[in-house]
C-alpha cells in the first residue's frame, strides 16, 4: 500500500468517527453535519434521513437528442451594474479556491463511493408529520408566551424494553420556555415537553428563546425591540463573557419565498448586537454567516464590523454539493451560487496584545469546507470547528436553530431542529 492510500484509508476511518475528512496538504475539509451533531449526544442519534431532507440526489442522464429538444435559444444577459461588477470580480478572485477545493473531493475515490450513503439510516427514525411541528416564531408572538412552561425530565435512565421503548425513571423540572435561560449541565442528553411535543437538549447545552412583543404579522417591525431581550446573555463579569460567537442573522431579503420559510430583519437591526459586551474580557473570534451580495459585504465590512468592535481576520467558505460529488449549481450563476461565506473577525478585549488574539494568528484565511446541504438555510456546524482555535472556549450562537454540546443558543425558535422526530435512541451507549 503506497503512502498516500494509508493516508486517505485512515482519513477515511476518522472521518467515519469523527465527520470530518481532511484533505492532505490543503485547506479543505469535507463535513458529515450528522456525524458532527451526533458528538454532542450520549443516548440519542440524529438520523441521516431527517438531516438530509433534500440530499440533491444525481439527477438521472439525458440523452444527447432530449438535451437539443429542451437547449432553448439563451437570452443575452444583460449589462452589469456597478455594484453587480464589484460582487463579480469578488467572485473571480475566490473560484480558483473553489474549483481547487472541489477537484480534491472529486479525486478522493474513497470518499466519493461513501457519499451516497450518508442518508442512509440503520435504526429507524421517530416518524412523524413534519407539519405537527411547533412554529416557535407564532408561539412567541402569543400573549400567553411568558406563561409557556418547559419541563425537563431529570436523572433519566434509558432502559431498552423489548420494543426498543424507552423506560425513564426521572424527575421532572419546569422552566418558563420563553425568555429565560434553559439549561441542561448535567453530563447526559436531556428529553423535555413543551405543548405535548418532545424535544432533545443535549448535555452541557443552554439555550435563550425570546418572546416576540409583537403579533406575527407585525413581527418585522418589532424585531428591534425584541432583540433588547439578548441583554439576558450579557455577564456581570467581562471575565465570564464569550470567546466564540457564531452568529447567522435572518438578513434581509426581497424573495417572496424566503420570507415564507422564516421572516427577515431590515440589516440596520443588527448594528444593535452588543457584541462588545457579550464577549470575554480577553476577546472573542466572531464569525458571521453572510450572502453573496455585495451590498450585504459592504455593510458588513464598512458598518457592521466597525460597530461591534469587530476587526477583520479572515473568509471561509462553504461549497455546497449533490450526493454525487456534484456542485449543486453552476459556479458562476449570477444569483443563487453554490456557496455561502462565513467571515470571521476579532472582537478586541484589554488589548490587542491580548493571549487569546496570539492564538488566534493561527486561523488559515480562505479555508472552504464541503457538505451536502441538510433543510433550507440550515448551515453546517462549522461552529464545532472553530472550537479548536480557542482553548477553553465559551460558545454563543446567535439566531440558532440547533443547540450543540458546549454551547448557549440565543434566538426566537432555538428548538427547532430539536424536535424528537430528528432522533433516534441510540443502542450502543
Same mark, same amino acid.
Not at 26 to 54: C, E, K, Q
Not at 222 to 248: A, R, T, Y
Not at 290 to 319: C, Q, S
Given at each position: ?65 432530449? *438535451?437539443?429538444?429542451? *437547449? ?6 444583460? %449589462? ?17 479556491? @473553489? ?18 450513503? !450518508? ?19 407564532? @408561539? ?11 419541563? !425537563? ?58 418572546? @416576540? ?5 407585525? !413581527? ?23 470567546? @466564540? ?31 462588545? *459586551? ?20 459592504? $455593510? ?63 486561523? %488559515? ?51 427547532? $431542529? ?12
Amino acid at each position: 500500500m503506497t503512502e498516500a492510500k494509508a493516508y486517505n484509508k485512515q482519513n477515511l476511518s476518522l472521518f467515519m468517527k469523527s465527520g470530518v475528512y481532511r484533505f492532505e496538504d490543503s485547506r479543505v475539509v469535507f463535513v458529515d453535519p450528522v456525524r458532527v451533531l451526533n458528538l454532542s449526544y450520549t443516548h440519542f442519534r440524529v438520523t441521516p434521513s431527517s438531516y438530509y431532507s433534500r440530499f440533491f440526489e444525481s439527477s438521472p442522464r439525458v440523452s444527447e437528442t432530449q *438535451r437539443k429538444r429542451k *437547449r432553448k435559444e439563451k437570452k443575452p444577459r444583460p %449589462p452589469l451594474n456597478q455594484r453587480e461588477q464589484a460582487a463579480d470580480q469578488r467572485h473571480q478572485r475566490v473560484k480558483p479556491l @473553489l474549483m481547487k477545493a472541489h477537484e480534491c473531493l472529486l479525486g478522493a475515490n474513497d470518499l466519493l463511493l461513501n457519499l451516497g450513503k !450518508l442518508r442512509t439510516d440503520d435504526r429507524p427514525p421517530n416518524l412523524t408529520v413534519a407539519s405537527d411541528e411547533h412554529s416557535f416564531v407564532e @408561539l412567541g408572538s402569543v400573549w400567553q408566551a411568558p406563561l409557556f412552561e418547559i419541563s !425537563l425530565h431529570v436523572n433519566q435512565d434509558y432502559r431498552l424494553t423489548e420494543g426498543s421503548i424507552p423506560v425513564q425513571d426521572c424527575e421532572k423540572r419546569y422552566i418558563q420556555a420563553f425568555g429565560s435561560l434553559v439549561a441542561n449541565e448535567t453530563n447526559s442528553d436531556m428529553e423535555a415537553d413543551f405543548l405535548n411535543r418532545k424535544y432533545i437538549i443535549p448535555k452541557h447545552s443552554s439555550f435563550y428563546m425570546f418572546v @416576540l412583543q409583537s403579533s406575527y404579522v407585525c !413581527l418585522i417591525h418589532m424585531w428591534k425591540s425584541d432583540l433588547k431581550q439578548i441583554h439576558g446573555l450579557i455577564p456581570v463579569k467581562n471575565e465570564c463573557g464569550f470567546n @466564540l460567537i457564531v452568529i447567522d442573522p435572518p438578513w434581509e431579503n426581497g424573495s417572496a419565498n424566503q420570507k415564507l420559510k422564516y421572516p427577515t430583519l431590515p440589516n440596520r437591526y443588527f448594528l444593535s448586537l452588543p457584541i462588545k *459586551r457579550l464577549a470575554n474580557a480577553d476577546g472573542a473570534l466572531v464569525a458571521l454567516w453572510v450572502t453573496n451580495k455585495e451590498k450585504l459585504r459592504i $455593510f458588513v465590512e464598512k458598518d457592521l464590523f466597525p460597530k461591534w468592535g469587530v476587526k477583520y481576520m479572515a473568509t471561509h467558505y462553504w461549497l455546497k454539493v449533490k450526493a454525487d460529488g456534484s456542485l449543486i449549481g453552476e459556479l458562476d450563476l449570477l444569483h443563487h451560487k453554490p456557496y455561502e461565506c462565513l467571515v470571521l473577525g476579532y472582537c478586541y478585549g484589554k488589548g490587542e496584545d491580548s493571549e487569546y488574539l496570539s492564538k488566534l494568528k493561527s486561523i %488559515p484565511d480562505c479555508q472552504v469546507f464541503i457538505s451536502i446541504p441538510g433543510d433550507y438555510s440550515r448551515k453546517p456546524p462549522i461552529g464545532e470547528m472553530l472550537r479548536e482555535y480557542i482553548e477553553p472556549a465559551r460558545c454563543l450562537e446567535l439566531f440558532a436553530r440547533e443547540l450543540f454540546c458546549g454551547w448557549t443558543s440565543w434566538g426566537n425558535e432555538p428548538l427547532r $431542529f430539536q424536535d424528537s422526530r430528528y432522533f433516534s435512541l441510540k443502542q450502543d451507549f
